[in-house]
């Protein structure tokens, strides 16, 4: 049986587990706030006190923690931990410079390999198993990794065998460049429904079925409409990774709409909506 060895059981990473357990792994689980990490105990995982206890003896690491300075703290202790011949498998979105740290601190063990392998979807498609798995890595190492993809995601789409060339975050910062557009868009359109006294739910009805329709504008859309933002991906998260976007950016492309989206959320921060969902940056659209 493979041994899978997890740390970061937040909003993505608790479901991911889970979804790793009932595929017949034996997992061990870390978080920095173990009270997050204690239920999925529950559901047949060993939850550990750090991430070296949790990495002596895996086969495989998997890192879905928050941004590259969790990851790397957590990560570099873990990575030591392995046995020559492991695979670190980085599956958080962390950026370019991320990845790269990452892909050193593996080598500095001398015998860790990587896979970055960031997932597109947020937390009801983890719960389901249907993420979209973005991965580079060497091909012999696709073999041992897949069943791990296979259980959390539906799809894995292969873009590279270099991880430090990190082919999987560099098409994860694009995905999420537009998913951070649109629900910005959906977020803006709504509010200028409602300036114009026009029913939001029909803005919404207009577009359905349509070329332009979307069910990410619906899904974000209701939740809008209804005020309430349990979080699928909290603002603070979805925040961090606009800022990434713009980090790796060159001057040789002008992003003028994703510095306007990262200005939008940088304002429903300052108004105290971090730990709701993404689509309250709708209220960056009020005065």
Same mark, same amino acid.
């Given at each position: ?187 803006? +359109? ?23 329709? +979307? ?69 960056? +659209?009020?005065?």
């Amino acid at each position: 049986m493979t041994t899978v060895a997890f740390l970061g059981t937040g909003t993505m990473g608790a479901p991911m587990a889970r979804n790793l357990v009932a595929a017949g792994f034996d997992l061990r689980v870390w978080n920095r706030t173990r009270s997050r990490a204690d239920p999925l105990a529950e559901s047949g995982a060993v939850v550990v006190d750090s991430p070296a206890e949790a990495a002596r003896g895996a086969d495989v690491l998997v890192t879905m923690l928050l941004d590259a300075e969790a990851t790397l703290a957590a990560g570099r202790e873990a990575a030591a931990a392995l046995d020559p011949g492991a695979v670190w498998v980085q599956m958080g979105t962390i950026g370019l410079p991320g990845i790269e740290s990452v892909c050193r601190a593996a080598a500095d063990t001398g015998g860790v390999a990587v896979v970055d392998a960031p997932v597109l979807g947020t937390k009801v498609p983890a719960e389901k198993g249907e993420l979209v798995v973005l991965a580079a890595g060497a091909p012999e190492l696709r073999d041992r990794v897949q069943p791990v993809f296979d259980a959390v995601g539906s799809r894995t789409q292969w873009v590279g065998e270099d991880p430090a060339l990190a082919g999987g975050s560099r098409l994860k910062l694009v995905a999420n460049n537009w998913v951070l557009t649109l629900t910005n868009a959906v977020g803006e +359109s709504i509010a200028l429904a409602e300036d114009l006294d026009v029913d939001p739910s029909q803005f919404l009805a207009a577009i359905k079925d349509t070329a332009v329709d +979307s069910a990410y504008a619906h899904m974000k859309g209701a939740a809008i409409i209804s005020g309430e933002y349990p979080p699928a991906f909290t603002l603070s998260a979805a925040a961090k990774d606009a800022g990434l976007v713009a980090q790796a950016a060159s001057d040789a492309v002008r992003l003028d709409l994703a510095e306007a989206v990262r200005a939008r959320f940088a304002r429903a921060l300052t108004a105290g909506h971090a730990d709701e969902d993404m689509a309250a940056v709708y209220y960056a +659209s009020k005065r």
